[in-house]
């Protein structure tokens, strides 16, 4: 079944350090993609980066990078130089099927983890 | 380039009402999907609807229900209002083709109170 985890409940980074949060996948599916949404207290879900499947480079938004590791079903997200205002919920979520015309299926969702940046 | 919007933003019901929610998804999108957000069960799916078509529906009962017009604006309504339906509702818009429209945006949420 698919599955994402996130173990990290809660993290603290200090403003401009950087900060690692993890999440792990389960699938069966070769085709997939992965993505990252940070949510603030608003509850708005901001789309932070995409890593698809087949893809061979990692992908990299600004400040954020997913350290993508197939073999071992991780797709950790990385802040460089954290900001105040990067404290927020953070989710990994994943779509089977990533490829094809008119494919957009649901997206698997993990628990999240709490990130405060603390000044 | 808009992003999504969802209407309203809060909404307050009595439990046995029915409630509408609206979602416009970015212009050029025709794909719609709509999540429920709450403290106990995380995110989960509710639906998705591509040109007008419910392509994909979650675990949900009957009473959650949605459409989607012609100009891809969608709408979900929940009908006789249970306590545990309060919730954040989020709607996702995409270009649903697969490749480059992988991106999925999302809206800033409804957020439903049951009384």
């Known amino acids: 079944a698919q599955k994402i985890t996130q173990t990290q409940p809660g993290m603290f980074v200090q403003e401009k350090e950087a900060v690692t949060l993890d999440c792990t996948y389960d699938?069966?599916?070769?085709?997939?993609?992965l993505f990252w949404y940070k949510q603030p207290s608003s509850g708005e879900m901001i789309f932070l980066i995409y890593?698809?499947?087949?893809d061979e480079q990692n992908a990299t938004e600004g400040r954020y990078s997913l350290n993508f590791q197939k073999a071992r079903k991780s797709a950790n997200l990385v802040i460089s130089a954290s900001q105040l205002g990067d404290s927020a919920m953070y989710f990994c979520?994943?779509?089977?099927?990533?490829?094809?015309?008119?494919?957009?299926?649901?997206?698997?969702w993990g628990l999240g983890t709490s990130l405060a940046v603390n000044p | 380039k808009a992003g999504v919007t969802q209407t309203p933003r809060y909404l307050i019901k009595t439990r046995g009402q029915q409630v509408t929610l609206s979602c416009s998804p970015i212009s050029g999108h025709r794909s719609v999907s709509w999540y429920q957000q709450t403290p106990g069960q995380g995110l989960q799916f509710l639906f998705e609807?591509?040109?007008?078509?419910?392509?994909n529906k979650g675990n949900f009962p009957g009473r959650f229900s949605g459409r989607q017009f012609s100009n891809s604006r969608s709408e979900m309504n929940v009908s006789t209002l249970e306590l545990g339906d309060s919730a954040l509702y989020l709607c996702a818009s995409s270009e649903g083709t697969g490749g480059s429209g992988n991106t999925i945006y999302f809206g800033e949420g409804s957020w439903l109170t049951v009384v």
């Open positions: 699938t069966s599916d070769q085709s997939y993609g």
């Open positions: 609807y591509f040109s007008e078509t419910q392509r």
């Open positions: 890593q698809g499947s087949y």
């Open positions: 979520a994943m779509r089977e099927g990533s490829r094809g015309a008119g494919n957009n299926r649901k997206l698997i």
